[in-house]
């Protein structure tokens, strides 16, 4: 940020320079004039002028909510009124097509002068209350139509009375004293904006990016009051302060557009990079502390899981065994929430390893499905599986990802569906896709509430936790497992009170060629004995 003051204020002190070198020039001389070539570049001057002024306006307008700045909506709005009124200047200039009535010098230096004016007063109110923050949000609309009926008043007066207007300027004369006036009054007004700007870009309790915007604001008054120093002088429309004085002025807005989107864009862009680089360092250290946890609670659950099993050999009946059966049920859950757990920190931090290697899916299904049966003839449920003939023959993916991801789904269909029926179908959607859809006729889910289902630690409501358990990672988990598979996970349908339908698809690695990228993928064979 030094490096860039130091560049700006020698700018300044150039342009501050190369104005007491022209002023050594008398107004009017002939050397620097530029006759019918003057037209072409004015148009392009005032073009860049315009495009710059809009630019800011469309920061302001679109960003200032964001970046909590009311004074980036003012100055913003500001530009689009002194947009406008350059447009007229450049369309009425000398030497241009009729605009409405006749193109003279007086109808232009009139949209000149209340593009200036416009300008200066919204300079002022901004260095001002640089500062403070005003709640302009809910009357953008309003100060909008304000700023567009001025410039609508602006051009019918011009317009429709320029002969009522003060003359500005003569061929024989120059310059009028009027116009004279109200540059000194406008480079007075830039030139005091400039005093409070310089003030705010020294206060220490501004941050660097704020403290910039107001030394960038500094120099770019600073060069519009030089502009006004031009266009207090000239004689002719085409001598040598003319041009000058557009070079200034596109020169300044160029450091005013600069400071604009040093805050509007910049800074907020360097505050979201920090605020991701603190999330990904939450994030290790998260994932740090959730694997050393992890360590420390699996050995105490396994010894617990296996003096359960001891004791249900020794305890064949009676009541004790319902309790230790309770005890070993509730590690096994808990060691199952802690496994979920880990694979979903895994999956975010892109290291969970995908093996592929050759598999049976239909009797990864049934067997699946056998792990359920118990559960689903105590509430007398049907589950039924029905698998494509074209999978009898092995596909190549993860085995146990699948298997995890095929235990939550079809688990949740048997644990939320009370009467009825659970369906489990597999069939090739396309030459290396398989897709697996769950059909239940549980307690369905609402519309609404269908976007809550895939984030993580997300119940539907708390009353379905205390009445079916759970702790909201499976389905967040299993769409994630399923995407790294190559595949997705989503609710086709689903209406309460009649069930839902789950489809989960995964690629078939063997009729495909996949780069890994920042995956660790594994390729196992497996004897064929091991898919039966």
């Known amino acids: 940020m030094q490096e860039q003051r130091k560049l700006t204020w020698a700018l300044v002190g150039f342009f501050a320079l190369l ?65 406008c009124f350059d447009f007229g200047h450049v369309l009425s200039f000398p030497g241009m097509p009729q605009f ?130 031009f266009f207090t002088l000239y004689r002719l429309v085409d001598d040598l302060f003319a041009i000058a004085g557009h070079l200034y002025k596109i020169a300044a807005f160029s450091l005013m557009f600069r400071a604009v989107f040093l805050k509007c864009v910049s800074r907020p862009y360097q505050e979201a990079k920090r605020l991701a680089e603190q999330a990904d360092m939450a994030n290790a250290a998260k994932s740090r502390f959730l694997a050393n946890v992890s360590h420390e609670l699996r050995t105490p659950l396994g010894v617990i899981s296996g003096f359960s099993e001891l004791l249900l050999m020794r305890i064949p009946t009676g009541e004790s065994r319902q309790w230790v059966n ?43 499905a056998e792990g359920m049966d118990v559960l689903a003839q105590e509430k007398a449920l049907t589950l039924i599986v029905s698998v494509d003939p074209d999978l009898s023959a092995p596909v190549v993916s993860d085995a146990h990802r699948l298997r995890q991801i095929l235990v939550n789904i079809v688990g949740n269909a048997v644990k939320f569906t009370s009467k009825g029926f659970v369906r489990v179908s597999a069939r090739m959607a396309d030459e290396d896709r398989v897709e697996i859809s769950v059909q239940d006729t549980g307690i369905g889910i609402a519309h609404e509430k269908c976007d809550q289902l895939f984030k993580p630690f997300s119940q539907l409501d708390d009353s379905m936790t205390r009445r079916y358990g759970g702790s909201g990672l499976g389905l967040a988990l299993s769409r994630k497992l399923a995407q790294m598979l190559g595949g997705d996970l989503w609710l086709e349908q689903s209406e309460p009170g009649k069930g839902s339908l789950f489809v989960i698809t995964f690629t078939d690695f063997s009729a495909v060629q996949v780069s890994s990228g920042k995956l660790l993928v594994e390729t196992h064979s497996v004897a064929p004995s091991a898919t039966h």
């Open 100 to 229: 409405v009535t006749e193109s003279s010098a007086n109808k232009s230096i009139y949209f000149w002068l209340a593009a200036r004016l416009t300008d200066t007063a919204a300079l002022l109110y901004v260095a001002i209350s640089f500062n403070q923050s005003f709640n302009y949000y809910k009357y953008r609309v309003p100060w909008m139509i304000a700023y567009s009926l001025w410039v609508v008043v602006g051009y019918v007066v011009i317009l429709g009375f320029p002969e009522k207007l003060p003359v500005m300027f003569s061929a024989e004369t120059g310059l009028s004293q009027v116009k004279v006036i109200f540059e000194w009054v406008a480079t007075a007004g830039v030139l005091t904006a400039a005093g409070f700007f310089y003030r705010n870009s020294l206060r220490p309790d501004f941050d660097e990016y704020k403290s910039m915007t107001a030394h960038l604001m500094t120099c770019g008054t600073l060069l519009f009051a030089m502009t006004g120093v």
């Open 326 to 368: 309770a005890i070993k049920r509730n590690a096994d859950q808990l060691r199952m929430l802690i496994d979920d757990l880990l694979d979903l920190t895994k999956v975010e931090n892109e290291s969970l390893t995908i093996r592929k290697a050759p598999l049976r899916l239909d009797a990864l299904i049934r067997e699946v």
């Open 19 to 83: 104005l007491i070198l022209i002023l050594v020039f008398p107004p009017g001389a002939e050397l620097f004039r530029l006759g019918s070539l003057y037209l072409p570049l004015h148009i392009l001057a005032e073009s860049i002028g315009i495009f710059m002024a809009f630019a800011i306006f469309v920061l302001g307008w679109f960003t200032h909510r964001h970046v909590g700045s009311s004074n980036i909506l003012f100055l913003g709005l500001a530009s689009f009124a002194v947009a």
